[in-house]
């Protein structure tokens, strides 16, 4: 891996990015081949893509690889997705460990084979203390499951008597969903065309810039990264104040 220039001021680039990988089938169709030869190509894209962000210095990159609606697919391309989760990470776990990369998985893994969660359990540990790139797979996830599972939690606590209706706040239901220890997500990348959110981190992109763009997945590098962080650039965020606000805020005033 080459090192970050310095020329650039990469003070203002996003710490968070999260991506909905879209396109892969689209991708392969318009090469008339089978759809699910789309997705060992989208993998090219996700090694592209962790690179970039390695080398960029972006804390945190989260992927959303597989959503829980995504089982209604046709029981062929879930299985061939299946085994390509496993083979990449058979292929790349340790060469994430060398580059300092930490690996985190996010979503219900109990619906996947015993194998596959325990490599995703293996190189979870195995990455555990690394302190540059965290990379968040997010695997049968769904930000409405999610959100239930911490409701749930704290329904118990109240019913155990840990805890009163009045303390639940915004703090605390945050902290009950994944990756509640890691920044909210600055830009939000969704390629393929569709402007939708698919059930991807509802609560954590309340305020993160949304960019959609018609590039399919596959086709995704290091230069289409770099258009959207400098789009990322230019967008103002307000979180609710004025732009004047903003700006005396940005020169310490
Ligand atoms: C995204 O590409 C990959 C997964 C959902 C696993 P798609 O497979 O959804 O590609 P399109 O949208 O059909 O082109
Ligand atoms: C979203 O893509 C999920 C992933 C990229 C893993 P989909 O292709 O499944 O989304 P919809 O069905 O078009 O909303
Ligand atoms: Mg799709």
Same mark, same amino acid.
């Given at each position: 891996m080459q090192p970050a220039s310095s020329a650039i001021d990469r003070s203002q680039y996003p710490k968070h990015?999260?991506?909905?990988?879209?396109? /892969?089938? +689209?991708?392969? =169709? =318009?090469r008339h081949l089978p759809r699910v030869m789309g997705h060992p190509a989208g993998v090219k894209a996700v =090694? +592209?893509?962790? $690179?970039?962000?390695?080398?960029?210095?972006?804390?945190?990159l989260t992927l959303f690889a597989f959503s829980s609606e995504n089982w209604r697919r046709p029981k062929e391309e879930v299985a061939k997705l299946m085994d390509l989760f496993m083979s990449t990470m058979q292929k790349e776990v340790n060469r994430l460990d060398k /580059?300092?990369?930490r690996l985190r998985f996010i979503g219900d893994r109990t619906e996947f084979s015993d194998k596959l969660q325990q490599k995703m359990v293996d190189s979870e540990r195995q990455t555990e203390n690394n302190t540059g790139l965290t990379l968040v797979i997010a695997a049968n996830y769904g930000s409405h499951r999610d959100m239930t599972l911490a409701v749930q939690n704290i329904a118990r606590k109240v019913q155990e008597g840990t805890l009163v209706p009045d303390d639940i706040d915004e703090t605390l239901i945050?902290?009950?969903?994944s990756i509640s220890d890691l920044?909210?997500?600055?830009?939000?990348?969704r390629t393929g065309g569709e402007q939708r959110i698919s059930n991807f981190l509802l609560w954590q992109l309340a305020y993160t810039e949304l960019y959609f763009t018609s590039k399919l997945w596959p086709d995704f590098n290091a230069?289409?990264?770099q258009e959207a962080i400098d789009d990322f650039?230019?967008? $103002? +965020?307000?979180f609710g104040?004025?732009? $004047?606000?903003v700006q005396k805020l940005s020169k310490g005033t």
């Open positions: 990015i999260a991506i909905i990988m879209d396109g /892969n089938g +689209r991708w392969a =169709k =318009k =090694k +592209r893509v962790v $690179e970039f962000c390695a080398q960029e210095e972006i804390q945190v /580059n300092n990369i945050a902290s009950g969903l920044p909210e997500p600055d830009l939000f990348i230069a289409t990264m650039l230019t967008r $103002e +965020r307000r104040r004025t732009s $004047e606000q």
